[in-house]
């Protein structure tokens, strides 16, 4: 690619000194001369509209908007062993043209730019913010192949792309049609548990199950056979396999994907290890169906999608080889590979170098420009001045002239509209189970009527057990209700010092979390046997929640907004007071308000502090430090 350095004000200089001679060629009334004054007008007139055409003409609307100018190399002459002298690099030093010098806009075909290289495959590395989803969303709408995206987040964007979008949670590919792409998606999905002999175990054991089954259920009476001849070692690996298959058993199912459609596979509905997992399995698959074209009069090319990409790249360096690994070194035959995560160093070096187009937003991340600087080092204080929504192309070969391009794309609204969820093309049920008619948003509202709880608490009302596949229901119709302001949720520290999700309904008459803690802090009083004097109702401001002889209590859920209540009932008060929070965050917020007399405490302090029923622990309220 040619980098432009033709500036703005050339431009004008250039504009300026065409129309001078076109006056004065016309100011001569010679004919032959008018003519070449038109000309001249018409050429500076083509000048003015250099940027218009440019972007009419550019498949992409990336445009270059500025250039800099790399470090050069110091040289000193130093006298070899023949005697003879010859330059030698000992540093570099910048240039004297800034970076945010501006040229003329070029809008540059960015389609054109990648397919020269050979190579199609692209990685995206942007921090939120920088304009990395605006990047994606310009290279994906100017693709003429069919598209594949992996997307991970709720709400994304790119499910709001004109493609088909598939929840993955309800048509899941299949992952027992292959024990070795099993066993690997499993160690991927699971990575803080690979280390030392639990790693070897958890794979071997996988894989041999994983072999001998068609389906979940079959996978967990195996697992159970397994382990009647087990070491002690393999049943430690094999107690580990059955607390973590919970999250992965949401479904029975398969389907084969039309490739020659644009279709998004959306994973937001699935707990954090199940995204990875079958992630995996369905880029395998997906892979297979590719490769399986080979030698076909079908020559169609299809593009892939991998956003967070890290999520498979994270153990490169161990046995537990991702597929992405071969689609960056084959996919050129089938068609391209686009992948986008936040941090350049996310992706081992060893695949970075499969990329021949790699597109940097700007980064502080010491990691980050450390990789970068193995590229060249002028790449780092490039990378650290990038505005938002400016990127380079790390694999950009610089000329002599010192000159890198500084790209930036303009911005492309998508409307605003909820994903249209389809059924997956060919799609091939193993087992399906009758359709469940249960209102699960009117159940779960008047579950939590009663009191907050947790997911599990909420599941164990509805009858669900844990490997259940319903509690993905569950957890999506949280989520609506949350979206929608009807319940709210918040973190809480029990007695037994286990911190869980609770879950409330929102009410400005009520205060669900207040009364919860407040039994809980009534119960374990009455249990250490401390007299309780008054348990008083919620919203009377004037009066501590809870009164002792020799303590009060008072409970602050974090919900509310002002202390001033709170900062009057204590002046008042001659006693000790505990203010008990529902986790160690909200008592750190509250603990400017901690002296000799007032303490701040979680539910489990209370317990330690109070348990025993010991009157000197009466005496000392617990403290808490923030």
């Known amino acids: 690619m040619n980098v432009s350095t033709f500036t703005k004000k050339t431009k004008h200089e250039i504009v300026a000194f065409l129309i001078l001679i076109a006056f004065l060629l016309v100011y001569s009334q010679k004919p032959t001369l008018v003519v070449i004054a038109v000309v001249l007008i018409a050429l500076a007139a083509l000048l ?6 440019l972007r009419k003409f550019a498949r992409t609307p990336i445009r270059q908007v500025a250039f800099a100018d790399l470090m050069e190399p110091v040289e000193e002459y130093r006298r070899s062993s023949s005697g003879e002298s010859r330059p030698v690099i000992v540093g570099y030093r910048k240039r004297e043209i800034p970076l945010v010098r501006r040229i003329d806009h070029c809008y540059a075909n960015f389609d054109e730019y990648i397919a020269r290289k050979g190579n199609p495959s692209v990685m995206v590395c942007g921090r939120s913010g920088m304009g990395k989803s605006e990047l994606m ?15 991970f987040k709720p709400n994304d ?45 958890v794979r071997a054991i996988v894989k041999s199950v994983a072999r001998e089954s068609k389906n979940w259920n079959e996978f967990k009476d195996n697992l159970k056979r397994t382990e009647k001849r087990a070491t002690d070692i393999q049943k430690e690996a094999l107690a580990l396999i059955q607390a973590q298959i919970g999250g992965l058993v949401v479904g029975e199912g398969s389907f084969s994907m039309d490739l020659a459609k644009d279709m998004v596979l959306d994973f937001s509905y699935l707990d954090e290890s199940a995204k990875t997992f079958y992630a995996e399995i369905a880029l395998r698959q997906i892979w297979s169906s590719l490769t399986g074209r080979l030698g076909a009069q079908e020559k169609r090319r299809t593009l892939i999608v991998i956003d967070e990409v890290h999520r498979l790249t994270q153990l490169y360096e161990m046995e537990a080889r991702t597929i992405v690994d071969t689609l960056m070194r084959q996919v050129r035959q089938f068609g391209a590979l686009y992948t986008a995560t936040q941090n350049y160093s996310d992706i081992p070096d060893a695949l970075r170098n499969q990329f021949a187009t790699q597109l940097t937003f700007n980064t502080t991340s010491e990691r980050d420009l450390e990789a970068i600087r193995k590229i060249d080092s002028a790449y780092v204080w490039i990378v650290k001045e990038l505005r938002p929504h400016q990127f380079i192309d790390l694999t950009f070969r610089v000329g002599n002239g010192g000159i890198v391009p500084i790209f930036q794309a303009d911005r492309i609204e998508l409307p605003e509209r909820q ?40 599941d164990r009302a509805l009858g669900i057990e844990r490997e259940d596949s319903r509690r993905l229901i569950v957890k999506k119709e949280l989520k609506k209700l949350l979206d929608g302001d009807e319940i709210g949720r918040i973190r809480y520290l029990n007695s037994a010092g ?33 007299q309780v004097s008054r348990s008083n109702a919620t919203g009377d401001g004037s009066v501590p929640d809870t009164e002792t002889p020799e303590f009060d209590i008072e409970i602050e859920t974090g919900l509310k907004h002002s202390g001033a209540d ?4 204590l002046s008042k008060s001659a006693k000790k007071v505990i203010i008990l929070a529902p986790n160690y965050e909200e008592a750190g917020r509250y603990s400017r308000y901690a002296s000799e007399r007032v303490k701040v405490a979680t539910m489990p302090e209370l317990r330690e502090a109070i348990s025993g029923g010991a009157s000197s622990k009466q005496e000392q309220p617990p403290s808490h430090a923030p």
């Open 566 to 569: 709170l900062q009057g009932r």
């Open 157 to 201: 964007a790119y499910l709001r792309l004109p493609c088909q979008v598939i929840d993955v949670s309800k048509h899941i590919p299949d992952p027992f049609q292959d024990a070795d792409a099993f066993s690997i998606a499993y160690t991927l999905a699971f990575p803080a548990n690979v280390r030392g002999i639990t790693f070897s175990q």
């Open 48 to 53: 003015i509209m250099r940027t218009s055409i």
């Open 498 to 530: 286990k911190e869980k999700v609770l879950y409330y309904i929102k009410d400005p008459n009520l205060s669900p979390i207040h009364d919860y803690m407040q039994k809980e802090a009534v119960s374990i009083l009455t249990a250490s046997g401390v």
């Open 419 to 458: 994903a249209q969820y389809d059924e997956p093309a060919n799609v091939a049920p193993v087992q399906q189970k009758a359709e469940d008619a249960t209102d699960y948003e009117s159940e779960i509202l008047a579950i939590l009527k009663k009191e907050p709880l947790h997911q599990t608490g909420i």
């Open 137 to 151: 969303n310009v290279l994906l709408l100017s693709a003429k192949e069919p598209k594949i995206v992996f997307s």
